[in-house]
């Protein structure tokens, strides 16, 4: 157990500006620790703050029987923007439809950049080259259909892409706990991260000649405060890769 006042806060600080700390966790520092001259609070600081504790659902996966025959003839593969959902377990009181969209179109684009980054990192390792998603975004607004690919056939963004293939994901999140109160709970209780809701991850491959599905991929976790995008893309990928089609 660590107290912290005004003169030790080296550590939280620290984290902070090492970019440990998710986006969410940064603003409530700012907001309720860092502008105080004086803290005295009870915090638990384990080693490993990174290795959060997450319940993962089985996966489910699905090849199609052409699989590895389309796949051969495939060399440029496009990411379009997720599909996100979030729901509540309990409406909270100040919700806000607006505001939830806003924050599902924002969970979708950094789902979508985190993934095309963690591909671009491990880029030697697959068979195929993954459309920068900023092209693909240009090219999807361009033609008037960034916000439409869930109503468009795989084979008609293909086209407008230029691809040979498209992954299309979905994730649908439901929060059960709000984040201010986890982060206390996390702060002042300790451990690794406490849980604010579940998601589920879909990630599925459509080829370009005919717009049918080649696989599929779906997986659930629990999500926590501490998480960001490209922690909980990290999270997923690390699984996805073990049966990733496009892995050498």
Avoid at 19 to 28: A, G, Q, V
Avoid at 89 to 102: E, G
Avoid at 154 to 172: E, M, N, T
Avoid at 180 to 204: E, P, Y
Wanted: glycine share 4%.
């Amino acid at each position: 157990m660590i107290v912290l006042t005004s003169e030790n806060l080296s550590t939280l600080t620290s984290l902070y500006n090492e970019n440990i700390l998710s986006l969410r966790i940064k603003k409530f520092i700012i907001k309720h620790f860092m502008k105080k001259k004086a803290l005295v609070i009870v915090f638990i600081l384990f080693a490993g703050i990174q290795s959060f504790a997450q319940f993962e659902g089985a996966k489910q996966t699905y090849s199609a029987p052409n699989l590895k025959t389309e796949l051969a003839k495939q060399k440029l593969v496009a990411i379009v923007p997720f599909e996100t959902s979030i729901t509540y377990k309990r409406i909270p009181k100040n919700y806000d439809s607006s505001a939830n969209k806003n924050e599902e179109l924002s969970i979708a684009k950094d789902l979508q950049q985190s993934m095309f980054t963690y591909l671009l990192r491990k880029s030697d390792k697959y068979t195929v080259t993954f459309q920068d998603v900023n092209r693909t975004n240009a090219l999807l607004k361009a033609k008037g259909v960034y916000n439409q690919t869930d109503i468009l056939t795989a084979d008609s963004i293909c086209k407008i892409l230029g691809v040979d293939a498209v992954i299309k994901c979905r994730y649908a999140y439901e929060k059960t706990a709000s984040e201010a109160g986890a982060i206390v709970k996390t702060l002042l209780i300790g451990g690794m991260g406490s849980k604010t809701g579940s998601g589920a991850l879909t990630m599925q491959i459509y080829n370009s000649t005919d717009g049918n599905l080649l696989w599929r991929f779906y997986k659930a976790m629990n999500d926590d405060v501490m998480s960001s995008s490209d922690q909980l893309m990290e999270r997923m990928m690390r699984k996805v890769s073990r049966n990733f089609p496009y892995e050498k």
